[in-house]
């Protein structure tokens, strides 16, 4: 520093003035230096910015110009299309439908849609995979046997959706009627220990999450319609149609005739509970006592022979050999 000073006084031959005048020279450049680097740094970045935009934008309508957007646009239009055809022109049997996609889990929308066009290619693929490949397996099989195998391929297909439908339903509803009586038991539980109905669904859906995995996300559905602004009452009969239990809707029933009557909410859990957990025992029960005649089946047909072969063989071969 004391040589540059030195060097500045030499410069300016000993006078303060000019001195003074180097040093706001200086300074002078040094600002302006700095404010131009600043205005070229933000420019290089806008200009960057910019290029970045226009990629994005010119990729995104490559991306929508290309042929898989132009086929998921056109698949979709299918689907919409099916939906408002089958819509309005059956009204009663798609809102049936509906209710059954609910319940199986499939809550978009344009499930029946889907439903639809799933039903018909696959009606259409396996009758065509039918018509090649039936010849090829089996070339001297008459057509009207070959006619009889691409027709009942055909039906599977076209019935194959209702059937998978209806196995999922009936696993979920299995499901959610095994875990009703625990989610009353919590329930009991939450309404003892001072929470609202609103605060024990959030806390009893959260806790059977990992038990009843289908069961607690459709009592998230009720808390979340809850949040929303529809009433307790409204949401427990929506919980009600998507499990498809009328546990569910005797309990919606009951939250709304004690608030209405104005009894003990905690008694009325209580013995509900208790209904719940008895029914299960006699489920059960009921499938151990229908476990012999179950078992009739095979046992005639499957180990009764096999018995009497064994018992009966011997003698058969010594009467033969004796015989002889």
């Known amino acids: 520093m004391d040589s540059v000073a030195d060097f500045i006084f030499d410069l300016a031959g000993g006078s303060p003035t000019m001195m003074v ?12 230096f700095g404010v131009m ?9 806008k200009r960057r910015a910019t290029e970045a935009l226009i990629d994005g934008s010119s990729r995104r309508a490559n991306q929508e110009n290309s042929l898989g957007a132009s086929s998921l646009k ?34 978009n929308p344009r499930a029946v849609g889907y439903y ?9 693929t396996l009758m065509l995979a039918a018509f090649v490949y039936v010849p090829l397996v089996n070339p001297d099989m008459s057509w009207s046997m070959q006619w009889f195998s691409i027709a009942l391929c055909t039906l599977v297909g076209y019935f194959g959706p209702g059937f998978y439908l209806s196995r999922r339903i ?23 220990a001072g929470l609202s109905m609103e605060a024990a669904l959030d806390r009893v859906g959260r806790e059977l999450a990992d038990s009843y995995r289908s069961l607690s996300s459709n009592i998230h559905m009720a808390t979340l319609e809850i949040r ?31 608030a209405e009557l104005g009894s003990s909410l905690v008694d009325a859990l209580r013995v509900y509970s208790d209904d719940m957990r008895h029914q299960r025992l006699s489920r059960a029960e009921e499938k151990a006592y229908s476990l012999p005649s179950k078992l009739a089946v095979p046992l005639i047909l499957f180990i009764f022979p096999v018995l009497i072969i064994v018992t009966l063989l011997p003698a058969y071969i010594r009467i033969k050999m004796a015989g002889h």
């Not at 680097?37 to 970045?45: A, K, L, N, P, Y």
């Not at 239009?77 to 049997?93: A, C, E, P």
């Not at 546990?247 to 009951?254: D, G």
Request: proline content about 1%.
């Open 21 to 32: 005048s180097i040093f706001v020279f200086l300074a002078t450049g040094i600002l302006a």
């Open 74 to 107: 056109t698949a979709q239009k299918l689907i919409d299309y099916t939906t408002k055809y089958y819509s309005t022109t059956d009204v009663g049997n798609t809102k049936l439908l509906q209710s059954k996609l609910v319940q199986a889990g499939f809550l």
């Open 37 to 45: 680097g600043v205005i070229r740094i933000r420019t290089s970045v």
């Open 170 to 192: 009936s696993s979920r509803q299995v499901e959610h009627r095994t875990g009703f009586p625990d989610f009353m038991d919590l329930m009991v539980v939450c309404a003892e």
């Open 228 to 258: 929303a602004g529809r009433t307790l009452s409204e949401a427990l009969d929506h919980l009600g149609d998507r499990l498809g239990l009328e546990e569910a809707r005797s309990f919606a029933t009951l939250l709304q005739q004690s």
């Open 116 to 124: 639809f066009v799933a039903r018909i290619m696959l009606a259409v």
